[in-house]
């Protein structure tokens, strides 16, 4: 293998793989809020284990996506995007608490912003 081979595959992977982060964050976004659309819909219900479970589930993918930024991007960005997770969770845990879904709408709400924003300015779908 050349050099210009081996810096050729070297550049070919760090593009597909940051294709392939861009795309994750797209499906943990979208998973996020499936799983919070259902919580909600258990909880009218008074399904108790299936809203536990969902609810853990957006727990689960909104603290991938906080403990996933990227520390060396923007710092102003990083630290807001921080501190709406933190939110997003405690609301979450919240309304696993309280069994509130009008207080979940919020979450729900910035689930689906946030999906939209990264799918229509980061992915150009």
């Not at 284990?49 to 906080?66: F, H």
């Not at 923007?74 to 009008?102: G, P, R």
Request: hydrophobic letters at 40%.
């Amino acid at each position: 293998m050349t050099v210009n081979e081996a810096y050729n595959t070297y550049k070919n992977t760090l593009l597909s793989t940051a294709v392939d982060k861009v795309q994750i964050v797209s499906l943990l976004y979208e998973g996020a809020l499936k799983f919070a659309l259902n919580a909600s819909k258990f909880m009218k219900e008074n399904n108790l284990e299936d809203k536990a479970d969902n609810l853990n589930k957006v727990s689960g993918i909104i603290l991938a996506l906080r403990d996933s930024l990227d520390q060396n991007a923007d710092k102003e960005t990083v630290e807001y995007l921080t501190d709406l997770y933190n939110f997003l969770l405690k609301e979450t845990i919240k309304a696993n608490s309280h069994n509130d879904t009008e207080a979940f709408g919020i979450v729900i709400r910035y689930l689906e912003q946030l999906s939209n924003i990264w799918n229509n300015q980061v992915m150009k779908k």
